[in-house]
């Protein structure tokens, strides 16, 4: 390096001493040696300048060196493979590092099409995969119903029965459910609905086509406000009911999923009533990070309209 003052080599060999490290030490080390040599050298009589070594973090290049694939943890393949998906993302480190990681290309055994994950991210470019997926298991809510289609996925419905149990217990009013998991065909069935009294564009603003539909994935629900009588979702958003989830679904798993003002990313119009559950730690995650629609929480494409 220009400037720095280089110790004459000593006349006779000296002995080279060996040592084995583990590699996270000897990555460490030649952090250190790496930070030490790029150090501008000190003056006389000064001490030299202590090097800052930053933290080696999944899916970060530190000094040229790529810390390893955390998919390569024997507790996250564990998760996966028991279908625990909190478990999984838990040891990521929680939502904000599962973020980060799949973000970054660094998961590579995260898909975010897989249909029967929490991570799921589903919109009018991105399919669900297959086209009629159906999940495994659905379970009815405790809540008032205003359709036919009351059932959900088990951790979204006990997700939601808590939700709608404290905005009742803390005076925000009683919430019931218009809709949650439609089928492919249903689904094809409500949307040709919409097309026939609104025509397409108009469909395609407030109703996704079959098999582009977060309903479909039974992480998905409807809410309604239910104080005297359930009224309908149209006049959700300007209830108490509204507010509260607005505030407090992230504490229980949910987002919602097509705010005010986040029509040109996600596609649709502003839904106060569409919620969609994707798990405590996710769910905090979002929250904290001010996020406001999963295309942005994720890094995704937006997806305003379906591919011609």
Sequence with gaps: MSGAHHPRHASRPSRVLTIALPIGL???ALGMLWAIADAP?????ELPPVPVVAAQLPGVDVGGVVASDPCADPVVADALAAGDDEAAIAAFGGGAAFRDAVVAGNA??????DPARLWLVVNKARPLEPLDFEPASLSGVDLAATTSSDRLRPDARDGLNALAREADASGAGVIGINNGYRSYNLQMSTYSG???????AGADQGSARAGFSEHQTGLAVDVVACDDGCGDIDSFGSTAQAAWVQEHAWEYGYVVRYESGASDKTGYMPEPW???YVGHQLAAAY?????HTLEEFFALPAAPDYPH
């Design 41 to 45: 050298a000190a003056s006389e009589g």
């Design 274 to 276: 569409h919620l969609r």
């Design 287 to 291: 929250h904290e990070g001010g996020f």
């Design 194 to 200: 919409f097309v026939a009294s609104e025509g397409v």
């Design 108 to 113: 590579p055994c995260i898909s975010l099409s």
């Design 26 to 28: 000897l990555v460490t």
